[in-house]
Structure formats: structure tokens, C-alpha cells
């Protein structure tokens, strides 16, 4: 008698039915397990620096997906820049790669003013972020302490 149940389950026949977001979950058990332990590390690994970590290998995930899109984006503003020089084309708004880079490149934000104003609003999240992940960090080690 064959024992199924010692197989891991994506060699077994019933991985056939398994609907593909059954399939996701299955292969994401390792990483949600990895992303667990980092997360319940203790004091001396803070929450800032878990986060990092956590935005940079989910980055590397997600590297299959961008690069090619990167690619994608990149060959289309060749073809918008020679399109618009050399044939006079005029994109659409709403596909103008170029222009958008453009805007984006040149902002500024002109109104003194207004400038201090969102300073003052990055500062402002910046001190609430770092006081949270401080708190949680020392409501853990406490924790830790009592139990």
C-alpha cells in the first residue's frame, strides 16, 4: 500500500483539482512563514529596519514583473521620441510618455509657503512612523519580559 500522505501535496493526484489561487497560497507558505519570524524578532532588530527588509525582498519579488515593464516603458519613449522628431506625430495626453517625464522632471513647487507647509507634513509622519515602531518594538520586549 502506497503511503501518499509522506508526499509533499504538489506531487500528489488531488494537485490537479487545487484552483490556482490554491496553488499561490501553497508556494507562499515558505515566504509567509520567513516574513513571521522576521516580524516576531526582538528588540535589537527594530520595526523601521523590518520594514526595509521586508520593502526590499518584496521588491526582488516583484523583479520578474517590473523589469519587463521597465523594458516596455523604455522602448516606448524611443518610439514616442523618434515618432514625435522625425514624423511630426503629436501623442495623445493620455500616451504621452515624454511629456509626462518632462512634467515630472521640472516641478517645483513655487509657493514658499506652501514648500514649509508640506516640509512641515513629511517631518510630522516622519516623527509619528518612528514613534510607533518604537512603541511596538518596547510593548514587545515588555511582553517578552512578562511572559
Known sequence: MRKTW????????????????????????PLVDHFFEVWMQALPFPT???????????FFILLPILYPMFV???YYGIFQYVAERHTGAVM???WDLLGAVANLWHFEITNK????????????????????SSTVDYIRMALGCVF
Not at 509533499?8 to 507558505?29: C, D, E
Not at 523601521?48 to 518584496?58: A, D, H, I, S
Open 6 to 29: 509522506h508526499k509533499p501535496f504538489h506531487k500528489r493526484k488531488a494537485w490537479n483539482t487545487v484552483s490556482r489561487r490554491g496553488k499561490l497560497v501553497y508556494y507562499m507558505q
Open 48 to 58: 523601521l529596519l523590518k520594514f526595509v527588509y521586508t520593502g526590499c525582498l518584496v
Open 72 to 74: 516596455l516603458l523604455l
Open 92 to 94: 495623445p495626453d493620455n
Open 113 to 132: 509657503k506652501y514648500q514649509l507647509f508640506v516640509t512641515m507634513y513629511i517631518d510630522r509622519y516622519r516623527v509619528i512612523i518612528t514613534a510607533i
